[in-house]
C-alpha cells in the first residue's frame, strides 16, 4: 500500500509537472521555450531524479511566474460591453479598440481582466508541492526504516507465498500444495494463523504462527 502512494505521487508530479510547465512556459533554461526544453526537459528530469528536481522545478516556477506581469501565456476572456457576448482575444489586445463579431460594433477592451484569468497563484502551488514532497520523502524514510509495517493482508500474501516456495524446495515436499493461509493480528509483532494444505489427495489445515517486526517476518508450522 505505501509503495502504491509512493508511486502515485511520483507519476502525478511528474505528469503535473509537465502540464504545468507547458501550461505557463516554463523553459529550462534561459533559451525561448519549446516542449524539449519546457514540459519534456522538466518530466525527464523528475523521472530521473525526483527528489532533486521536483522541489527545484517548484523554486524555478515561483520565480518566473512572479517575474511576470501576466503569468499564463494566450488569450483572455472578455465581455463584449456592449452587447456581452464573451469573447477570447489576444493579451496584445488589451487596452485597444475592437469589433464584436456577434453585434459587430467597436468596443474598448478593459487594459485589466479577472485575476483570476491571468494569474496563477505561485506561493499556493509552491506550499502545497512542497507539502506533498514532505510526504514523499517521510514515506521514503520510513520504508528504509521499516517503521512502516506492511498490512495483516499483506503479510498473509507474503507469508503463503513464503510457504509455498519453502516447500517447492525440499524434494519430500514438492508435491505438497498450499491451498490458503488466513492470518490474523494477536499483538505485538505477533500473528497467528490457519494453514491449508493438501498433499496426497488429502486435505489437513494446520495453525502457523508468524512473527513480523516491520522489517523482516518468520513463520512456523505447528504440528
Known sequence: MMNTAMWAILIGTTVWVAYD???????????????????????????????????????????????????????VKVDC?????HLEVPQEMLGQIAQCPSCQREFCIPSAVKTDQLTANPTLTTVVGFIVFAIQCALLILMFTGDIKMSTADLQTQVEESIRAKLAKEPATAEIQVKLLALVHKNGNQYEGIVEISAGGETKQFTVDVTYDGKQFMWQIRR
Open 21 to 75: 510547465a507547458h501550461k505557463y512556459k516554463i523553459a529550462v533554461n534561459k533559451k525561448p521555450y519549446s516542449l524539449n526544453n519546457g514540459a519534456v526537459a522538466w518530466a525527464l528530469s523528475c523521472v530521473v531524479l525526483w527528489i532533486g528536481f521536483f522541489p527545484y522545478y517548484l523554486i524555478h516556477r515561483s520565480k518566473i511566474l512572479k517575474s511576470r506581469a501576466v503569468k499564463p501565456q494566450g488569450d
Open 81 to 85: 460591453a456592449l452587447c456581452g457576448q
